[in-house]
């Protein structure tokens, strides 16, 4: 056992070990939030988080935020998602584990959120079908699933063979647009503070988890091809 785990990368180490703490604290955050929800608890963040949202409703506040918020919508990431299999398939067609951990990623969170929504059977704050409002409110759709979207193309960044500038410029922008998308929720007026803050929780859970897995799966795979030249 010793003798594996010094084989392992140190890079490929670090992020696991991180990826877990983060894992960790997501799940944690998520529980917590799931269980006041099931007792039907009011949170004072949501009224606090609700009122400073609406002070910034000004039409095209309202105009931005509802083009923001359909880049986090079930069919512009289907679409995204069908285009991002391609990309994959074009450079990584012989290293499939790439593509199929986008592949359960996608799918599972699809699945995920999905069957939390009916679970918690949390109500809206209000239901507007134009802003994709419609449905039972935690967790939010809009901020879980495009952190593992988004965040598994980060992650592809990271791993690529870009310079670092390039990098940084792509992730953070990346970032920002997660973080609009999910907060774009809440000046529409269709999801809670909470909810939110409870997608991002699992979205970021589940990513990392599967990109831990992912990580281990190259490198046990890496080291079984060179195990037989």
Not at 48 to 60: H, I, K, N, V, W
Not at 129 to 142: L, N, V
Request: charged share 15%; hydrophobic share 50%.
């Amino acid at each position: 056992m010793i003798n594996t785990l010094k084989r392992i990368p140190v890079k490929t180490y670090m992020l696991i070990v991180t990826a877990l703490l983060i894992i960790g604290g997501g799940f944690y955050i998520f529980i917590e939030l799931g269980e006041e929800v099931l007792e039907k608890e009011k949170f004072m963040i949501d009224r606090y988080a609700a009122d400073f949202a609406e002070s910034l409703a000004t039409p095209e506040v309202i105009t931005f935020f509802a083009w923001i918020t359909e880049l986090g919508s079930v069919w512009a990431l289907s679409v995204a998602s069908f285009i991002m299999l391609g990309v994959l398939w074009y450079f990584y067609e012989r290293k499939k584990w790439r593509i199929v951990y986008f592949v359960i990623a996608m799918g599972g969170i699809t699945i995920l959120i999905s069957g939390l929504k009916a679970a918690f059977s949390r109500d809206r704050p209000n239901i507007f079908e134009e802003y994709d409002g419609t449905g039972y409110s935690f967790p939010s759709g809009h901020s879980t699933a495009p952190i593992v979207f988004y965040g598994f193309i980060m992650y592809l960044v990271i791993r690529s063979k870009l310079n670092a500038l390039a990098k940084w410029l792509i992730n953070i922008s990346l970032g920002v647009l997660i973080l609009l998308i999910a907060f774009s929720r809440l000046p529409l007026g269709v999801h809670y503070f909470t909810d939110v803050i409870g997608g991002l929780a699992l979205g970021l859970t589940w990513l990392l988890s599967c990109i831990a897995i992912l990580e281990i799966t190259l490198w046990h795979s890496g080291r079984k091809a060179k195990n037989e030249l």
